[in-house]
């Protein structure tokens, strides 16, 4: 099994950063790609961006050019840069591991860009 921590996640103004993290936890050896999707109030979960072990990432239309994603992987922990943030942001941003079948997921972590 494996577990899925996201943190970083809170308030910030419009034009604001904020970094989130999450932290891969249990089997993790099948996990081929993570990513970050997000889900506003009323609204479908969307992909923001992945990056696979090899390190190759790809990102929503929206957030590129604003959002960054990295990976740590001695500290099994990938990372959401988003700077330039908008109203429109605002979101429950979750984690995503990519394992071909039933993938998991973390519990999210809110996002909130509001002056």
């Known amino acids: 099994q494996v577990q899925l921590v996201e943190a970083g996640g809170g308030l910030v103004q419009p034009g604001g950063s904020l970094r989130l993290s999450c932290v891969a936890s249990g089997s993790i050896g099948s996990i081929y790609a993570m990513g970050w999707y997000r889900q506003a109030p009323g609204k479908q979960r969307d992909f923001v961006a992945l990056?696979?072990?090899?390190?190759?990432?790809n990102y929503a239309d929206s957030v590129k050019g604003r959002f960054t994603i990295s990976r740590d992987g001695a500290k099994n922990t990938v990372y959401l840069q988003m700077n330039s943030l908008k109203a429109e942001d605002t979101a429950v941003y979750y984690c995503?591991?990519?394992?071909?079948?039933?993938?998991?997921w973390g519990k999210g972590t809110l996002v909130t860009v509001s002056s």
């Open positions: 990056i696979t072990n090899e390190g190759t990432t």
């Open positions: 995503r591991g990519f394992r071909g079948g039933t993938d998991y």
